[in-house]
């Protein structure tokens, strides 16, 4: 195999400098070449960037016995006044402590070794040294001097830090963006946001102050508060439409101050003339207006610093963006809450809707079930007029169950229907739950399978009927006439089953995750010919979910479908 001049040239040994330098130094007497090797040496250690320190390994502390131009330019120190000096003195208050501990470890170990350490000139200015040190020995091997090479990466470290600084913002920003876009309450969004811009800002203190408008004048509300706690504000007068305050509040634009006392707005308000007593002391201060989509000023966000500008420019860019955030998530949240409001008003308005109309319901029914009794007793109507008379009551019947229906709703939308759970048989629970449907079904149209043993469940009855009776009138409401309805009563180890299945229209397999939503009603359904809101399943799984149960659904269009409640047995 050959070998490549590249090959031959690794292989080669390489020489020292001292030895480059005296082949350089070309012929003549020995002290001729070491002399011009010395002076090769001295300028080649002169044309470098990089500042350049030799110390004496052989003395006590390692005092420096020569440096290069640019280690002048670099600390600012020139070379009479470091000689016989320990590089030390390039050390101060701030000097990082882990850089230290690497270097004292490699003197002490004479080994080589590579900082980043923070220095000072000659006029105290931190400058970051990237240092590498390196110990030169003799040809017995004995430790003779120690080379540093200094190098400036100060705007190397102010990069890095501005970069880690913008990822941080960028995190916390993306943070608070995804809470702000899950949060739907006002107080909640206000506090994140508050919280969030005071740290970024490095203000000490940040509140937000909501705007109130009423009848000819603003009032300005403290809504949250970071940095201090709320009990500092608590004796402090809320600030008013004044010069330093009014132009936040009306959306005239960022007011971004290095020191708040040099304003000429400031202080001219009796009766406080300035901070009222009590208030943290202020320097610095930002104020940014809160705008909402159609223009209202929602409030402001305030900052506050002991020291002098601290607030930049880069600083009031973010703080404008978040306010933005701000205004657009308190803008839901408040669309929000006049939206629960309204479902409240709703739902309390359907409730005693449904109450006043049980007294006239309860009435028809009363007395359409004793104009019944009395006609078969007394033989006195056709039985045309015996049917008419059986359609009412049907109807009131129906009537009745709807506004039962919109009365259990109302209370399931507030937390307020109430359980009254007892040992049950679905066996004589499923009975009932079949003759309440009605006598106007065809024989043997529902057919009710149960097996020999008691099925035990603990339940409201009353309320486990309704379910039944829901699932039941939607079967009968969509299934061909004379169809069969069948009702199975089934039971393992752990677990109730009530399976109900019909011939009827089906569900299309699209929409069978929307079967049990709110006022959902199949595409498929003639609305023309069946009557319904779309909130009896949604009712009958909000009871069985209650009862610790689960409703699962199978179908398909054209073919049926079939409605399994699971419910726990009891113990």
């Known amino acids: 195999m050959t070998t490549s001049p590249a090959d031959e040239h690794d292989k080669t040994e390489r020489k020292p400098l001292s030895n480059i330098l005296e082949s350089l130094a070309g012929n003549g007497s020995d002290e001729q070449r070491i002399e011009t090797a010395l002076l090769l040496g001295d300028r080649a250690l002169a044309a470098l960037n990089s500042g350049i320190v030799i110390t004496d390994a052989q003395q006590s502390d390692y005092p420096i016995i020569d440096c290069n131009p640019a280690f002048e330019h670099l600390t600012g120190y020139g070379r009479d006044e470091v000689l016989g000096r320990n590089c030390r003195f390039l050390q101060g208050p701030e000097t990082n402590q882990e850089a230290r501990a690497v270097l004292r470890a490699a003197l002490l170990d004479k080994q080589e070794c590579r900082v980043t350490i923070l220095n ?26 120690f080379i540093g090479i200094q190098t400036d990466v100060t ?83 809320l600030p008013r439409d004044t010069p330093m305050f009014g132009p936040t509040f009306r959306g005239e634009g960022v007011m971004r101050l290095d020191d708040v006392r040099n304003d000429p707005r400031y202080g001219q308000n009796p009766p406080h003339l300035g901070l009222p007593a009590g208030h943290p002391p202020v320097t610095s201060y ?30 009031e860019r973010i703080v404008v963006g978040l306010a933005a955030m701000a205004a657009i998530a308190m803008d839901n949240a408040r669309l929000y809450e006049q939206s629960q409001q309204a479902i409240r008003l709703r739902d309390a308005f359907l409730a005693s809707a449904s109450h006043e109309l049980r007294t006239p319901i309860t009435t028809l ?44 709703l109302s209370l399931l939308q507030t937390d307020l ?17 079949l003759a309440r449907v009605g006598t106007n079904n065809m024989p043997g149209r ?40 069948t009702v199975r009563i089934e039971q393992d180890a752990n677990t109730a089953l009530i399976v109900m299945s019909d011939q009827g229209i089906g ?43 689960m409703i699962e659904v199978q179908s398909s269009e054209g073919s049926g479908s079939i409605f399994t409640m699971q419910l726990p047995l009891a113990e």
């Open 120 to 145: 000072y000139r000659k006029d105290g200015t931190p400058f970051w040294n990237d240092l590498a040190i390196a110990p030169v020995r003799n040809e017995q091997g004995q430790l003779t001097h």
């Open 155 to 237: 705007s190397r470290k102010q990069l890095e830090a501005e970069l880690r600084e913008q990822t941080e913002t960028i995190t916390i920003i993306n943070h608070v963006g995804q809470a702000l876009a899950a949060e739907l309450d006002l107080h909640n969004v206000v506090q994140l946001v508050t919280e969030a811009a005071t740290d970024l800002t490095g203000a000490q203190v940040g509140a937000f102050f909501y705007n109130v408008p009423t009848a000819g004048h603003e009032l300005f509300t403290l809504y949250a508060l970071a940095g201090v706690a709320q009990e500092v504000f608590a004796e402090i007068p």
């Open 286 to 315: 930002m104020a940014v207006p809160v705008i909402s989509r159609s223009k209202e000023v929602l409030g402001g966000l305030f900052f506050g610093h002991t020291e002098v500008g601290i607030f930049t420019e880069r600083v």
């Open 365 to 408: 029914l009363g007395n359409t079930e004793l104009l019944q009794r009395r006609a078969i007793r007394e033989q006195s109507l056709s039985a045309r007029d015996q049917r008419t008379l059986q359609s009412i009551a049907e109807q009131a019947y129906r009537l009745n169950e709807l506004a039962e229906l919109v009365l259990d």
């Open 417 to 433: 229907l109430e359980l009254d759970p007892q040992r049950v048989d679905l066996r004589a629970l499923a009975q009932r739950a």
């Open 446 to 485: 529902l057919q009710l399978s149960v097996p020999e043993q008691p099925v035990i469940v603990s339940a409201d009855e009353r309320r486990l009927i309704q379910a039944l009776h829901q699932v039941l009138r939607n079967a009968l409401a969509y299934s061909p006439t004379g169809s069969p309805i």
């Open 507 to 549: 569900i299309p397999e699209s929409e069978l995750d929307f079967v049990f939503q709110r006022s959902y009603r199949g595409s498929n359904i003639d609305i023309r010919h069946v009557s319904g809101l779309g909130m009896g399943l949604f009712f009958v799984k909000e009871i069985i979910t209650r009862h610790g149960g």
